[in-house]
């Protein structure tokens, strides 16, 4: 204690990394108003330390005009690559539509084919037997086999 009965504040002990986090929130709060500075439309000096000196000035007309023109272009090209994305996209939604299409009329004629009942078509194949009769059949329609002689 003191002579005049007031004691000192102790500061508790901080770990390492606690110390770090410190660090790195006062480093991004000055980077971050640095930012602001540099990005501002204003002249302004900056003089970091007597390390690092700049300049900022806000462009003048020639710059101004530079600068609208490469923004036209590229919101042009941005333009032309969307038109040419939407190209591409409409093909696929044709070509996945046509697909569509072309299942459901395959699903249809196995339908017709197997003879489900549910769809309305009769019944071709009644049992095990003419299954296979028909399988053989159809074998020998799309691979001739040769005929004994």
Not at 73 to 95: G, H, M, R, S, V
């Amino acid at each position: 204690m003191s002579e005049n009965g007031l004691s000192a504040g102790k500061l508790e002990d901080y770990s390492v990394d606690q110390l770090a986090g410190a660090l790195v929130l006062i480093m991004g709060a000055i980077g971050s108003l640095l930012l602001v500075i540099w990005q501002s439309k204003c002249h302004c000096k900056m003089n970091l330390c007597y390390l690092f000196q700049c300049e900022r000035r806000p462009p003048n007309e020639e710059e101004m005009k530079g600068l609208q023109a490469q923004a036209k272009d590229l919101k042009d090209k941005a333009n032309k690559n969307d038109k040419k994305q939407n190209k591409i996209l409409t093909k696929e939604d044709d070509i996945l539509e046509k697909e569509d299409i072309l299942l459901k009329e395959m699903v249809k004629s196995v339908d017709l084919e197997v003879g489900d009942e549910t769809s309305g078509g009769t019944p071709l194949i009644k049992s095990r037997q003419s299954l296979d009769e028909t399988r053989q059949s159809l074998d020998e329609t799309l691979v001739p086999t040769p005929k004994k002689l």
